[in-house]
């Protein structure tokens, strides 16, 4: 059915236009590759081919996305964040029905954040996208969907191959002789709001789509530690220090794995400065213990000069930490394997290098250290026995714990 649908779009009515999916295609072996833990093996082969593909694949079309936090109904994205038509992401289709979410330039990439702005209402970022993949693979939680900088021609790969009428018409052509386009948005849709081609050429990340939601479901769930989107209010955690007390009584947290996921994702916040994370996604197939997806993490690197030590709130309120990601951090604090100059060598793979400016990656060194001292303070006041998880001797997931796909 995908099949016929895929040709008749593309008007191929021929019968010798066949486009068969093949079994070797880079999205779909990076699919299959998905396990109970991770969305890839450490040393994938497949998402190698999957970055290049991404980078290198002609755009057969481009369209709107769905909001993507309101996955299965789970969530009234209305209550948490009102659209204001400064952000902007696209779907662009390639062969072998490969498909990614595109994000442009917004914000350049020695600009910081202004100090007064609310975190719901900052920018997205392009080069954030790609530097959270980059550093989620280094430290090995490998939660982050495969992510590229490419340069995207935005008259030949969007609006020549959109059949969108309503993205079509926000296209214009600015004083500066730029290709430029804005949000489809309810208000506040206007031209300086949009972006704008070199005059054809802008540079954006492109994010690699996980499996459809009838192959494999997923979850949003709200985050225990969930900020206020308000400019005035606080949330219970905010003002008490004992919260975490709390969640441990509530189901899942009660049990399994699923508060230490929460503290791996919130050091990897910590680290790019995400304060944006209001919901996370699981598979449901991986059950209750499975891990968190680290995604939409376009608003992390707004700002080097200033560390947000709010958000290790779960590391801190429950003291806890799984032994694996101790070690991970612990090692890339040692001066043969620091942080910065892995992430600084991993970014260079990319085209749009350099993703991040010096001072953003020098920040990762500072922050740390802060967790690292967080996680002293635990262990000094609870002993480790009782901080820090035993989480080294898991076995190996069976073949029928991987995310089964049908072509």
Known sequence: RRHKLYREELNLTSPVALLPLRPEASWLQFHLGITRDGLYPRSSPAVNRLLRDMQDSTTISADYSQDEKALLGACDCSQIVKPSGVHLKLVLRFQDFGKAMFKPMRQKREEETPEDFF???????????????????????????????????????????????????????????????????????????????????????????????????????????????????????????????????????????????????????????????HHYEMFTKFGDDGFLLHLDNARGFGRHSHDETSILAPLSQCCIIKRTTLLRLQLLAEPEYRLSDVMRESLLQDRLAPVLTEPHLLALDRRLQLILRAVRKCIDTYGEAKVVANDTTQPQAPASARVKLST
């Open 119 to 277: 975190y719901f209402v900052d920018f997205q970022r392009h080069n954030a996208e790609i530097a959270a993949f980059h550093l989620d693979r280094i430290l090995d939680f490998r939660r982050v969907p495969p992510t590229v900088g490419r340069l995207i021609n935005v008259t030949k790969e969007i609006l020549e191959v959109t059949k969108n009428e309503i993205l079509q018409s926000v296209f214009f052509i600015s004083p500066a002789s730029n290709v430029c386009f804005f949000a489809k948005c309810p208000y506040m849709c206007k031209t300086e709001y949009a972006v704008c081609g070199n005059p054809h050429l802008l540079e954006g990340s492109l994010s690699a789509f996980l499996p459809s939601l009838n192959l494999a479901p997923r979850l949003s769930i709200p985050n225990p530690w969930i900020r206020s989107y308000s400019f005035d209010g606080k949330e219970e955690w905010e003002v008490n220090p004992l919260y975490c007390n709390t969640v441990r009584e509530i189901y899942p947290y009660s049990n399994g794995n699923r508060l230490l996921n929460i503290v791996d994702m919130a050091i990897f916040d910590f680290l790019i400065g995400n304060m944006d994370r």
